[in-house]
């Protein structure tokens, strides 16, 4: 029998441990295939809801919300580096200088979902590629609309978006449920909407966690 299960995966695109949990989650799902199937959902979660629109130089923004000097903050970002590539994130430390505000990104996402989990979960993946890697401004309205695109999703619908206010209610209500359940740190990963795995885990700790709840053993090794 195979298990399915629904997954909440509440991050924000600006979000370097989000990029490293949602690989990591998506080679566990890999790993416990087909065993164990899942339904991946993206909710929004706003790390600096209040970043003006030219943003913040990023070590100035790090020191001062969390109280650390600037080389704790390159010594932290090494750390992450390190931590992507041993689970297959890349991040260019060397081009991403900025932090920016990600509402309009969360926006999209939101609409992404109604168009399909497939298609939510490629735009997801190119937003985070996007700043962590090729480190665009994911405020941008041509970095998101490109975006837009290399997911397969409709450009000229998602212009429209941008240029309203469309799903901005929704998504504020997401941000607020969320933030009012207790979720205050991400990425925040809820499972079949009762079990909450906090981080960018490692894969064998998202691996067990999905066998665990899906009920589903390991797979027996016989020896010959």
């Given at each position: 029998m195979t298990a399915?299960?629904?997954i909440d995966f509440v991050s924000d695109v600006s979000c370097p441990w989000c990029a490293i949990g949602?690989?990591?989650?998506?080679?566990?799902?890999?790993?416990?295939?087909?065993?164990?199937?899942?339904?991946?959902?993206?909710q929004p979660f706003e790390l600096n809801p209040q970043m003006a629109p030219?943003?913040?130089?990023?070590?100035?923004?790090?020191?001062?919300?969390?109280?650390?000097?600037a080389e704790q903050a390159r010594t932290n970002a090494e750390a992450i580096r390190q931590r992507g590539a041993a689970v297959g994130f890349t991040f260019g430390l060397d081009k991403r200088k900025r932090i920016w505000n990600t509402f309009d990104a969360h926006r999209l996402l939101h609409w992404a979902a109604l168009e399909g989990e497939a298609l939510q979960k490629a735009l997801k993946k190119r937003l985070l590629q996007a700043y962590f890697t090729d480190g665009d401004n994911p405020s941008d309205y041509d970095v998101l609309l490109r975006a837009v695109a290399d997911a397969g999703l409709d450009t000229a619908r998602a212009r429209a978006i941008l240029e309203s206010d469309e799903y901005a209610e929704?998504?504020?209500?997401?941000?607020?449920?969320?933030?009012?359940a207790?979720?205050?740190s991400v990425p925040a990963v809820i499972i079949n909407d009762q079990h909450l795995i906090s981080g960018g885990q490692?894969?064998?700790?998202?691996?067990?966690?999905?066998?665990?709840i899906a009920g589903a053993a390991a797979p027996q090794t016989q020896s010959a």
């Open positions: 399915h299960l629904k949602l690989t990591s989650l998506e080679s566990a799902l890999a790993r416990v295939a087909p065993d164990v199937t899942a339904e991946l959902h993206f030219e943003g913040e130089d990023t070590i100035e923004h790090l020191t001062r919300k969390y109280g650390i000097s929704e998504t504020r209500q997401r941000e607020r449920m969320y933030t009012e207790g979720i205050h490692p894969v064998e700790v998202f691996e067990r966690a999905l066998r665990q």
